[in-house]
């Protein structure tokens, strides 16, 4: 006879309705295994298992709004990149206010000569990548080259794109006055966009390399120029690259929306790094940018660890007993039996 349980936790006793007596006598107030059980069980013995999420109590989601009310109080954005699960969930762990999915990954992550070669389906893979793991920190998703400049409406299109198959909040993209009209477009149709100018990397040829931008009075003013028309235009804050820093302070003084410094001095709303950068996931002697400032040396742990590995497996010190899975005495006797009648 069907019968059902009157208490839903795993772990209480359990009652059986519609039993007869003698059958009732029978029932066993067992724990049952939970699905939490399960999963335990799973990673335990698994080659692999997921990172899991932070010991740290989960903080409210960033917006646009809350990034806002933190540039009305004065309050430093802290922006950093990340280009893959492992970057984003430490980037999120450690309390960054914004993600930004950028296309230096070209370099970083997929070993490309500069950011012309990257796809818009390389940067919507790695944005689905990172946005698994962003659960505070609000994440943008950078518009590569080529997939925005023809027209607001082809901008548009990549934005949605971004946004339904990467998974993020906001997207970012290059440009000042000429690019006003693209973003009143994407934003008009409800997509925050992160404008970027001064200098902006995917027009280096243009502006013959990497070069300061604003150096002069009448450079200056056209960075001042390309800021108040990206504002007017919807952007919700925007990067600031490579420009002196009294310049970068005056232009944050005269708008309304943050701006993100890169190379361009603390006078700025907040501040943004390429991850790999500033952790020194790189081998000594790679060209470091001057507004670089190195907080860790991920490279040289990484490689110590993996030089270690190394040898204990040429010197068969790994793996050591407590590596190993665990079989009876008679298991183990019987199977040695049953290989030798082979």
């Not at 992160?194 to 243009?206: D, E, K, M």
């Amino acid at each position: 006879m069907a019968h059902f349980l009157t208490k839903s936790r795993a772990l209480l006793p359990c009652r059986a309705i519609g039993l007869p007596q003698t059958a009732r006598a029978l029932t066993v107030a067992k724990p049952i295994p939970s699905v939490w059980h399960h999963q335990r069980l799973q990673q335990r013995w698994s080659s692999h298992s997921p990172l899991g999420t932070s010991s740290n109590p989960p903080r409210k989601k960033v917006t646009t709004g809350s990034l806002l009310s933190m540039y009305r109080k004065g309050e430093p954005i802290a922006m950093m990149t990340a280009h893959d699960f492992p970057s984003a969930h430490v980037a999120d762990a450690a309390g960054v206010d914004v993600v930004l999915v950028g296309d230096s990954l070209a370099m970083v992550a997929l070993g490309m000569e500069d950011t012309s070669e990257v796809t818009v389906e390389d940067m919507l893979l790695h944005c689905r990548s990172v946005a698994r793991a962003t659960r505070g920190a609000f994440t943008v998703g950078d518009l590569p080259m080529g997939s925005y400049e023809i027209s607001p409406e082809q901008a548009l299109e990549t934005a949605i794109r971004f946004v339904k198959h990467g998974r993020v909040q906001g997207i970012k993209l290059e440009g000042g006055k000429e690019m006003a009209p693209t973003i009143a477009k994407i934003t008009k149709a409800g997509i925050p966009v992160l404008a970027h100018i001064g200098l902006t990397p995917q027009r280096q040829g243009a502006l013959g390399g990497f070069r300061v931008q604003g150096k002069t009075s009448k450079a200056a003013m056209k960075v001042l120029e390309d800021a108040l028309a990206v504002q007017e235009a919807g952007c919700f804050a925007m990067v600031l690259e490579a420009v002196p820093a009294e310049v970068a302070s005056i232009i944050t003084q005269k708008l309304r929306v943050p701006t993100i410094g890169i190379g361009a001095g603390n006078g700025c709303s907040g501040q943004v790094l390429v991850q790999v950068d500033m952790a020194g996931y790189f081998p000594p002697g790679r060209f470091i940018p001057k507004f670089v400032k190195q907080y860790g040396n991920v490279w040289a742990e990484s490689l110590r660890a993996i030089e270690s590995y190394r040898e204990e497996v040429k010197s068969r010190a790994y793996p050591a007993p407590e590596h190993t899975y665990p079989i009876s005495k008679d298991e183990l006797e019987a199977f040695a039996k049953d290989v030798e009648r082979l």
